[in-house]
């Protein structure tokens, strides 16, 4: 499994109060480990089965659940969102209506106004429209058009405040109710909550937010009334589940996400962006992070392996230690760049072709007739064909064998 030997050193040096690890592979096995304590005036040690903040990790599960209402044809993914919402208005600063969609909002391109989501106590909370409105106890700006529509990638929240009021209203329930109903308890992810009064009513301590100095957040953490940006309650565990159900989607193994969209999801929306629908996509893995105040986390799936990895912590100084355990995932779960394959089609006979396709390190093949499949990443720098008895190697430059029951078998690469 991977070597966290390291992780108690940077608790002290970053005074992380816990850290919570899980490692799962589309096999169903699952691998976790916990790390010091909850906080609180009667601290709990962190195990599998503690909650954390998933912060921005929220837009990763909420963009799941949009694409199903895109999936079930509720929204259309190229569909104005002010058709779906009536309770509020989008406007750019002279007041004029603007027109965004919710693949825009889904891709943070739909160029709405920043700012990042601190939460509130528990007695001074906005409902989701004054937030949008910036009025009553928003602390933040209104929700407005700044910047043209479609034309740039800049990550704000506000993006996915804008789409939970889509959601909400073309729904016509609250959105955790949705999410539960549509996402979470379909996926297993028992542990997790869309609703605010989630880590109260568990009957075991969830873990509490601690600035980076080590000092815990008034209260034990805030209120986030932008749930699908930022109001995720979770377990490592969980955000696992979700990832490789990504993963499955993208070979069309998924019983909730068509293929079509899943393998949208994944893919960079603009040149250089990095950024699916919901989805940071790059050096051979998918998923999200994500900072509130007083936690940091993160999960990721390595399509090329079948392996996810979610760490949280409960600090706002976490990041030093995430990226080591990070670190350790790439080098364990991550394809090497010199072992990926040049895409294209290779000719195992003039009527049988075999179409390479490699995505952000990810290796799709499709053989002749056969629908496209994720391959496998082994650590001899190998694939696996899943639900067959084939290995897939690239030995050369142009060269592709196939190995089934002890044969093996060559394709070269296609001349344009």
């Not at 040690?45 to 044809?73: P, R």
């Not at 825009?104 to 739909?110: D, G, I, M, V, W």
């Not at 301590?205 to 600035?211: D, F, L």
Request: proline share 6%.
């Amino acid at each position: 499994m991977l070597d966290l030997a390291e992780v108690p050193g940077l608790m002290d040096a970053y005074q992380v109060p816990g850290v919570s690890v899980a490692v799962g592979d589309l096999s169903g096995h699952v691998w976790t480990a916990g790390y010091g304590i909850t906080g609180g005036a009667a601290p709990a040690a962190v195990d599998a089965g503690t909650v954390f903040a998933a912060c921005s990790i929220s837009k990763h599960v909420a963009a799941f659940g949009a694409l199903l209402l895109v999936q079930d044809g509720v929204l259309e993914l190229d569909g104005d969102v002010g058709d779906y919402v009536t309770s509020w208005r989008l406007v750019d600063g002279e007041g004029r209506r603007a027109r965004v969609t919710v693949r825009q909002l889904l891709a943070h391109t739909a160029g709405l106004t920043p700012g990042w989501y601190r939460g509130y106590p528990a007695d001074r909370v906005p409902s989701l429209v004054e937030v949008l409105e910036g009025s009553g106890h928003a602390t933040t700006p209104p929700v407005r058009s700044a910047l043209l529509p479609g034309s740039r990638f800049r990550y704000a929240g506000s993006h996915y405040s804008v789409l939970q009021q889509v959601m909400v209203e073309a729904t016509g329930l609250p959105f955790e109710e949705f999410m539960r109903e549509r996402v979470l308890t379909p996926l297993g992810m028992a542990d997790s909550s869309f609703d605010q009064g989630f880590p109260h009513r568990r009957g075991q301590p969830a873990a509490r937010g601690h600035h980076g100095v080590g000092t815990e957040v008034p209260g034990g953490w805030r209120v986030q009334p932008e749930l699908a940006a930022a109001g995720l309650w979770s377990t490592p565990s969980d955000l696992l589940r979700l990832d490789l159900e990504i993963a499955r989607a993208a070979t069309g193994d998924s019983p909730l996400l068509g293929r079509e969209l899943a393998v949208e999801m994944s893919r960079p929306q603009l040149p250089g962006s990095g950024y699916g629908l919901g989805v940071q996509a790059g050096d051979g893995r998918l998923g999200h992070t994500g900072q509130n105040v007083g936690y940091t986390c993160f999960s990721y799936v390595w399509p090329g392996s079948g392996t996810a990895v979610a760490a949280m912590t409960n600090s706002e100084d976490g990041w030093e230690l995430l990226a080591t355990i990070r670190e350790a995932a790439d080098r364990r779960y991550a394809a090497r760049v010199d072992e990926v394959p040049a895409a294209g089609r290779y000719l195992l006979r003039d009527d049988y072709p075999v179409d390479v396709a490699v995505t952000g390190g990810q290796v799709t093949v499709a053989a002749a007739g056969q629908a496209p499949v994720v391959l496998r990443a082994q650590p001899d720098g190998s694939y696996l064909y899943p639900g067959l008895d084939l290995g897939v190697r690239f030995p050369r430059p142009g060269v592709l064998e196939l190995r089934q029951e002890g044969v093996t078998q060559t394709a070269e690469r296609a001349t344009d």
